[in-house]
């Protein structure tokens, strides 16, 4: 990356690409860790998540995608309400969850790349594994997956290509929206630039995405808006304009107002 602006690295929108009618709504969410979640996201949108490391980030995708589900407050898909109370409910209505953990949680390590696809097909979508398993090379081969065979051992792979095996999981599933937690840490920058064009791809497409991480200018350089995360709790919101210090003005409480983009 280096001699190379920072903002080289994240691609512009598909020319395509428009952002639709809401598709996730939370409304005074909470549980143990967060209080009063208000956010939408849309069709098409890339929706940025930031804040200090123990923010309630990580907590507010477990919290809308229902392994940790909220306890109190309302959230709505479509404009109806529904009640996500377990990672199996969340796949069954549309949503995956990329952790920020792809080995502990990601993946079966043990197991080949054809099975890690099918995860989360097998768990709660058993009758469609063997179509999905005639689309799973098409999946892999449009992520760039770099491997010997769908029989190789996902542990035997790079980082880089482990993470887009997670990715591949998810997307034989159809996501309509799709939560992604620290997505390229610990992979090399052109499996991060990989990552960077299917989130583009996906938003193209129509699919809702929020996007958390710990890098300030991967978040603004990919996200639509952003919201700032503090103690549980929404702190504000920013423009993809807005520079890292404003950024880290609310997510420390020194800035407690919201900017929006004029």
Do not use: C, H
Request: aromatic share 2%; hydrophobic share 40%; glycine share 12%.
């Amino acid at each position: 990356m280096v001699g190379r602006p920072i903002g080289a690295f994240f691609p512009d929108p598909e020319p395509d690409t428009e952002v639709g009618p809401p598709v996730l709504t939370v409304t005074a969410g909470g549980n143990e860790q967060l209080d009063g979640i208000d956010l939408e996201l849309r069709a098409g949108e890339i929706l940025g998540i930031s804040g200090l490391q123990g923010s309630g980030r990580t907590e507010l995708l477990e919290a809308i995608f229902g392994t940790q589900a909220f306890t109190r407050g309302r959230m709505s898909l479509d404009g109806r309400p529904v009640e996500i109370a377990s990672a199996r409910d969340g796949v069954r209505r549309g949503l995956a969850l990329v952790t920020e953990d792809r080995k502990g949680t990601g993946l079966a390590l043990s197991q080949s790349i054809l099975d890690n696809a099918l995860l989360a097909i097998r768990s709660v979508f058993p009758s469609r594994t063997r179509r999905t398993r005639t689309e799973v090379p098409g999946i892999l081969t449009s992520l760039e997956v770099i491997s010997r065979g769908l029989g190789q051992e996902v542990r035997s792979l790079s980082g880089g290509n482990q993470q887009k095996v997670v990715l591949a999981k998810w997307l034989a599933t159809s996501p309509r929206v799709v939560l992604l937690d620290e997505p390229t840490r610990g992979i090399d920058v052109g499996a991060k630039i990989a990552v960077y064009r299917l989130i583009r791809k996906l938003a193209a497409a129509g699919v809702a995405i929020v996007l958390v991480s710990s890098e300030l200018p991967e978040v603004l350089g990919m996200s639509d808006r952003l919201l700032v995360m503090s103690d549980g709790r929404i702190a504000g919101q920013l423009p993809p304009s807005a520079s890292e210090e404003e950024v880290l003005g609310l997510a420390t409480g020194t800035e407690a107002r919201v900017v929006e983009e004029q």
